[in-house]
C-alpha cells in the first residue's frame, strides 16, 4: 500500500516538473493579453519577431477586449489588446493603431442574397425583417447570429452598424470568431458578423453596395471598419516598445495585409 | 499511538480544507451578488426578460426559464432510459450482461462534457436543423424549423450526461431491496414484471427519487455542453426547437468580459443557480434519509 502510495507521488512530482518545463512561461516574455479578434494576428506576429529577435520572447492570450484593457491596467499584460474604440471612461493609457479590420456581414455560401443595405442590416438584426424573402432573398427564416455581450466585434457591430438599435432577443450568441463561422457555414438561414480577416469559406455580403475588402476599407468606400489597438499602462516598457515598433514596422504592416486587415495609416 | 492521533488530525485537516472551500465560494458569490440583485429589485431581477448588462438593465427570468426546460428535457430523457436500463439490469438480465452493460455505462460520467457538446454539433445540431425540424413544420407541429441550437438539442445531450447518474443510483436502490420482497411477490403468484413495477419500484422508490434528483443536480449545473448545443438567446423559448440560454452558460458566456455592475450581475445570476441548487439537494437529503429511516424501522 505505502510501496504504491510512494510510486503514485513520484509519478506526480515527475509529471508537474516535466509540465512545467515544457509549457511553463519563459523567463521574461512579454505577456501580451486581448480580444480574441487580435489573437491570432498577434501570434503570427509573436512568431515573426520571435524568429527575427532571438531571445526574446512573446505570450499571446485571448480573452476579450474588455479583458485586455483590464489586464493592461492591473499590469498583468505588457500590452493589452483591443478590437473596437475606446468609451469615453476608459482612459489613463497610451495606445497604438497597430492596424485596423474590416467588419464582414457573412452568409451561407448557398443564399443568394448577396447585397444589404446598412439599414436592412440593421432591421434584420434587431428582428425586425424575420424572413430573406422580405429583401430578396428565398422564403426561409433569417437566424441571426451574434456575439456575447463584452466581445469587441459586438461592440464595434453595434456602434458601427446598430446605433441605438439593439439587437434582437432571439439571436443566437456565439462566443469566438469561430463558433460564429461554424455555424453560419452550415445553417442556409445564417447571417452573422465578424473579422473580415477571419471570414474564409463564407459568404460576404456588401454593405450599400460595397464588397467588403481590405482595399475598399483603406480608401474609406467600405464603411464597417474598426481599430485594433495596444494598449499599455503609461509609456510602454522596453521590451514592450521593441515590440510596438516592429509591429508599426512596414514589413510587419504588410504581413498583416497580406493577411487581410488594413494598414494603419 | 501518537502516530494514530496525527493521522486523525490530518484527516480533521483534510476535510475542514474541503468545507472551508465551500463556505469561501458561498461568502464570496453573495458578497460579490448580493448588492446588485437589491439594488435591481429581487423580483425585477428574477421576473424581468430584459438582460442588456452594458446598458444596465439585469433581468435573468428567460434564462430560469431555459435552464428549468433544459433540465426538464433532460429528465425526460435521462429518466425513461435511466430508469429502463436499472430495472433490466436488477431484474432482467444474466450477471455476465450486468458486468459488461453497467461499468460501461459508467464510463459515460468520465467522457469530459466538451465532447458530448461536440456531437451535439456535429450530429445532433444538423439532424434537427435539416431533417426533424421540417418534418415538424410540415405535420403543422411546429411553425419554425429553427437553427437546430434548441432546448431539444440541450436536453438530449444533457439526458445522455446524466444515465449514468440515474443509473447506477436506482441499481443501487434495486438491489437493496429486501430479497424476501421478491420471493414472496412471486410466490403469490405475482408475474416477473407485476413484481417490478409493482413491488421492486415501490420498495426502491425513495432511492429512485434520490437518483433523479443528484441527476437533475447535475444537469442543471451543465454548462459547456449547453453552450455548445443550446443557441444561448434571450428569448423565452416557446417550443422545444427555440435556442435558449441558461444561468450557467450566461455566466461562462460572459464573465470572461464583464466589468462593474454586469460583472456583479453575473454573481446574482449564480446566487439564484446556488439556491436552485441547494433546493434540489436539500430535497434528494430528505428523501434519501426518510429512506434510511424506513430501514431502520423495519
Known amino acids: ?265 | 499511538m501518537r502516530r494514530e492521533k496525527i493521522i486523525s488530525l490530518l484527516l480533521m485537516f483534510a476535510a475542514l480544507s474541503a468545507i472551508s472551500g465551500l463556505a469561501l465560494i458561498t461568502a464570496f458569490i453573495f458578497k460579490e451578488g448580493l448588492p446588485i440583485m437589491m439594488q435591481v429589485g429581487l423580483g425585477q431581477f428574477i421576473l424581468s426578460s430584459n438582460w442588456y448588462p452594458t446598458e444596465g438593465e439585469f433581468g435573468i427570468f428567460p434564462m430560469i426559464v431555459g435552464s428549468l426546460a433544459v433540465t426538464a428535457g433532460a429528465m425526460v430523457i435521462g429518466v425513461v432510459f435511466g430508469l429502463a436500463c436499472a430495472v433490466l439490469l436488477t431484474q432482467f438480465s444474466p450477471p455476465r450482461l450486468v458486468s459488461i452493460v453497467k461499468p460501461s455505462i459508467e464510463l459515460l460520467a468520465g467522457i469530459p462534457s466538451v465532447v458530448y457538446g461536440f456531437m451535439g454539433v456535429v450530429i445532433l445540431v444538423p439532424f434537427i436543423r435539416d431533417t426533424l425540424g421540417p418534418a415538424m413544420v410540415s405535420l403543422h407541429l411546429a411553425s419554425d424549423p429553427g437553427p437546430g441550437l434548441s432546448v431539444l438539442a440541450a436536453s438530449i445531450v444533457l439526458g445522455i450526461m446524466v444515465l449514468p447518474t440515474i443509473t447506477s443510483i436506482s441499481v443501487d436502490a434495486l438491489q437493496a431491496a429486501p430479497r424476501s420482497y421478491r420471493e414472496g411477490s412471486l410466490a403469490l403468484g405475482a408475474t416477473e414484471w407485476q413484481t417490478t413495477h409493482r413491488v421492486l419500484l415501490r420498495a426502491a422508490r425513495s432511492g429512485i427519487v434520490a437518483a433523479i434528483i443528484l441527476g437533475m443536480g447535475r444537469a442543471v449545473g451543465e454548462t459547456m455542453a449547453v453552450i455548445m448545443v443550446a443557441g444561448n438567446t434571450l428569448d423565452v423559448p416557446h417550443s422545444i426547437f427555440d435556442p435558449v440560454r441558461t444561468l450557467t452558460s450566461n455566466i461562462a458566456l460572459e464573465m470572461g468580459y464583464a466589468a462593474g455592475d454586469h460583472r456583479k450581475a453575473l454573481f446574482a445570476t449564480g446566487i439564484v443557480l446556488f439556491v436552485i441548487i441547494m433546493v434540489l439537494n436539500t430535497i434528494a437529503l430528505a428523501v434519501s434519509r426518510r429512506r434510511a429511516g424506513k430501514a431502520v424501522a423495519r
Open chain 1, 1 to 265: 500500500m505505502m510501496k504504491w502510495l510512494m510510486i503514485f507521488a513520484a509519478l506526480l512530482v515527475a509529471l508537474l516538473v516535466v509540465s512545467f518545463g515544457l509549457g511553463g512561461r519563459k523567463e521574461g516574455a512579454l505577456e501580451i493579453i486581448g480580444s480574441t479578434s487580435v489573437e491570432p494576428f498577434a501570434e503570427m506576429l509573436a512568431q515573426e519577431y520571435e524568429k527575427t529577435h532571438p531571445g526574446r520572447y512573446v505570450n499571446v492570450q485571448g480573452g476579450g477586449s474588455t479583458a485586455g484593457i483590464q489586464a493592461a491596467i492591473n499590469g498583468i499584460a505588457d500590452i493589452g489588446t483591443c478590437s473596437r474604440a475606446l468609451k469615453p471612461e476608459e482612459t489613463g493609457f497610451t495606445t497604438f493603431l497597430l492596424a485596423r479590420d474590416g467588419l464582414a456581414v457573412v452568409v451561407h455560401p448557398s443564399n443568394p442574397v448577396s447585397n444589404l443595405t446598412h439599414q436592412q442590416i440593421q432591421r434584420i438584426f434587431a428582428g425586425d425583417v424575420a424572413n430573406w424573402r422580405e429583401v430578396g432573398g428565398d422564403d426561409r427564416a433569417i437566424h441571426v447570429i451574434t456575439r456575447e455581450e463584452g466581445s469587441g466585434t459586438r461592440e464595434a457591430f453595434m456602434k458601427l452598424v446598430m446605433g441605438k438599435a439593439r439587437v434582437s432577443r432571439k439571436a443566437l450568441t456565439q462566443e469566438s470568431n469561430g463558433a460564429v463561422k461554424e455555424l453560419v457555414r452550415n445553417d442556409p438561414g445564417g447571417i452573422g458578423y465578424m473579422s473580415l480577416g477571419l471570414a474564409h469559406g463564407l459568404k460576404l455580403v456588401a454593405v450599400d453596395g460595397v464588397a467588403p475588402s481590405a482595399e475598399a476599407a483603406l480608401s474609406g468606400q467600405y464603411r464597417l471598419v474598426r481599430p485594433f489597438l495596444f494598449i499599455t499602462r503609461g509609456a510602454p516598457s522596453e521590451r514592450a516598445k521593441a515590440f510596438i515598433d516592429f509591429v508599426l514596422w512596414p514589413p510587419a504592416q504588410k504581413l498583416l495585409e497580406q493577411e487581410g486587415l488594413v494598414r494603419a495609416k
